[in-house]
């Protein structure tokens, strides 16, 4: 009886209790309310989860709010609701900052993250790579990637193919050109195929090399091909990057590697790969994958070609041309040691090649000249190439206008409006040029927009012409577009006199458009060119009327326009240059103190929240 009895209290204390339980609970909760209204502090409510605070934050970060973000995650989360946060509400918040560049936080969160005993995952660290190839400070940025990369060889991490992408961005944008090749070589040993957007990242690196990062994207490009990749716009974009910004360096270098005869292209081969490599490659084969058979591939070869100093000349034999100024089809070729067949295939080009003066050099170009960006034009001759000297001169390498949107075409790739833009920013501005590339526009249905008009706008602005620049606005209106401060910025270039600056100020002012710094330095520049001091000085009585603050580049124009030349006296000699440069000093000085400077934002400021507000010696650290 007194082992029953005992089992039928305990019983009886839990139905009690179960039955007691939600009355207990609300008196608990509303003698806790009672506390609060008390204490004067807000009612919590219903505590979230972690993967609510994620989705929230994320739809902050797509929202372009990564401060709300931070202060939802930071105060909301962690200190008002005291939630213990999980791996995916610190990557999402690290992705974010990497899209921002915000590299010191997105590592601060990194380390908290390992704090709490976390284990980031793959996107945790593509994240932070993102964040170092976007960071303002590209050699703080590299130190952070390079830090991360031997902390994970340390523990063994293997990195998938997206995570390697950001690395490799990472050092094509903050390094140098043979960091990214490291990179790669690691990419291709560890068993990764590379793809296209590889190849994008490589190019990227090239092109921070501006004396031969043309040569060197040409040489990446056609290895891409090699291997059965195809290109899409973006690949072509780098290309007309690097036409635009880069040289071709060394002449030969481009003769001797680019124009060579590839005989080896036609033998089928693997891609040289490591121990990995072969591992990966039985693994799949075990699931049933199929791997596509890909041509040779030697990351080695590719780069003593490009960073060969000397490249051999091997067997190739030169030949000579002689491009008519007259007809672009006439051809004269030295045939010594060639047959009537290959001289007929051999590629020649000259100084002569880009004949501005022809009305119809656009569309004959891409006829009568071979496009380097086939593999099928390579012959073992070379020409001179040492008078490709304008971005013009290299576009006509790769096919000029219709040539290039001719391979992009056999690719099944449809030109943007950003490829475009390049375009028009590539060639030499003729009145045909523009109307050339609005009908190609027309022709492939790409919409222009401001940027691209501003594009033709600056480059016959940079060329003193203004009456052609204004000349571009009705053509601009009449396709619903509006010009922006940028359009008319890039008119105040070729304001080189008093009366166009004056009236471009006016029209603006007409328009209900602002003037900014920007705008003020464009004609101050103008001004400084012509030693207009009188001109000078109504741009800064202008600027004063406005309250426009100048900026680093206004004032250091204009102190440069205040200083004297170098051994000049003003008393020994009269200079008709610089009769009124005394009395520019003089109102310069004055309008220098009642101005106030425009300072210039810090990059991760607008990212701060209002809690985190530091002392200007606390936010140098972030330079660091």
């Not at 003066?357 to 190439?385: E, H, I, K, M």
């Not at 170098?566 to 000699?573: A, G, H, V």
């Not at 009269?574 to 005394?582: A, F, R």
Request: aromatic residues 8%; hydrophobic residues 35%; contains cysteine.
């Amino acid at each position: 009886m007194f082992k029953l009895g005992s089992v039928l209290l305990k019983v009886s204390v839990a139905i009690v209790y179960k039955k007691n339980k939600a009355e207990f609970e609300n008196l608990r909760y509303e003698d806790d309310e009672d506390e609060e209204v008390a204490e004067g502090k807000p009612r919590q409510g219903r505590r979230n989860t972690p993967y609510w605070y994620h989705l929230q934050c994320k739809k902050l970060i797509k929202n372009k709010k990564l401060a709300e973000a931070l202060e939802m995650f930071e105060t909301q989360m962690l200190k008002e609701e005291r939630l213990q946060p999980e791996e995916g509400n610190y990557t999402v918040l690290i992705g974010g900052c990497g899209r921002a560049g915000y590299v010191k936080k997105a590592f601060k969160l990194y380390n908290d993250m390992k704090k709490r005993g976390l284990e980031p995952s793959e996107a945790t660290y593509t994240a932070l790579f993102n964040a170092c190839a976007e960071s303002p400070w590209k050699d703080s940025g590299m130190q952070h990637a390079l830090k991360l990369r031997q902390e994970l060889m340390s523990k063994n991490i293997e990195l998938n193919l997206i995570t390697y992408h950001a690395l490799l961005k990472a050092c094509a944008l903050c390094s140098d050109l043979r960091t990214s090749f490291e990179i790669f070589k690691e990419i291709v040993q560890n068993g990764h195929r590379p793809t296209g957007e590889t190849f994008s990242f490589l190019m990227m690196g090239c092109i921070k090399d501006k004396d031969a990062g043309f040569t060197y994207t040409l040489q990446v490009w056609r290895q891409m091909l090699r291997l059965g990749l195809k290109p899409d716009h973006s690949i072509y974009n780098l290309l007309l990057r690097a036409t635009r910004d880069c040289g071709i360096g060394n002449p030969n270098t481009l003769s001797n590697i680019l124009l060579q005869v590839q005989s080896e292209a036609s033998v089928p081969m693997t891609l040289k790969a490591g121990r990995h490599a072969q591992q990966d490659k039985r693994r799949k084969v075990k699931e049933g994958n199929k791997i596509p058979m890909i041509t040779e591939f030697d990351v080695e070869d590719l780069e003593k070609q490009i960073f060969s100093e000397h490249p051999s000349s091997g067997n190739s034999r030169h030949v000579d041309l002689c491009l008519s100024a007259g007809e672009h089809s006439s051809l004269s070729l030295d045939s010594r040691n060639l047959d009537s067949k290959m001289a007929r295939d051999k590629m020649a080009l000259n100084s002569s090649v880009m004949n501005r003066d022809s009305p119809s050099r656009l569309p004959q170009t891409a006829q009568n000249l071979p496009n380097l960006l086939d593999l099928n034009v390579s012959c073992g001759n070379v020409v001179s190439l040492t008078s490709i000297t304008t971005s013009s001169d290299r576009l006509a390498l790769i096919g000029n206008v219709e040539g290039f949107l001719k391979k992009m075409e056999s690719d099944s790739v449809i030109p943007d409006i950003k490829t475009f833009t390049l375009l028009a920013e590539v060639l030499d501005l003729q009145s045909q040029n523009e109307s050339v590339l609005i009908t190609l526009m027309d022709k492939y249905k790409v919409r222009a927009d401001v940027t691209f008009f501003n594009t033709l706008v600056r480059k016959r602005s940079k060329l003193g012409d203004l009456d052609g620049a204004k000349a571009l606005m009705p053509i601009l209106v009449s396709r619903g577009i509006a010009p922006n401060l940028q359009t008319f910025c890039n008119l105040a270039i070729a304001c080189r006199s008093m009366k166009d600056g004056m009236q471009l100020l006016t029209d603006m002012k007409t328009s209900g458009i602002t003037p900014n710094s920007h705008i003020y330095s464009a004609l101050i520049n103008a001004a400084v060119k012509k030693l207009d001091y009188v001109y000078l000085i109504a741009i800064i009585r202008d600027m004063r009327m406005n309250s426009v603050p100048p900026n680093e580049v206004v004032i250091r124009q204009l102190e440069f326009a205040a200083q004297y030349p170098p051994n000049f006296d003003r008393y020994k000699e009269k200079n008709p240059y610089l009769e009124k440069i005394d009395g520019f000093r003089a109102y310069y000085f004055r309008w220098l103190k009642t101005m106030p400077a425009e300072e210039t934002p810090h990059p991760w400021a607008k990212y701060r929240t209002p809690k985190q507000t530091s002392k200007p010696c606390e936010l140098d650290k972030d330079f660091e």
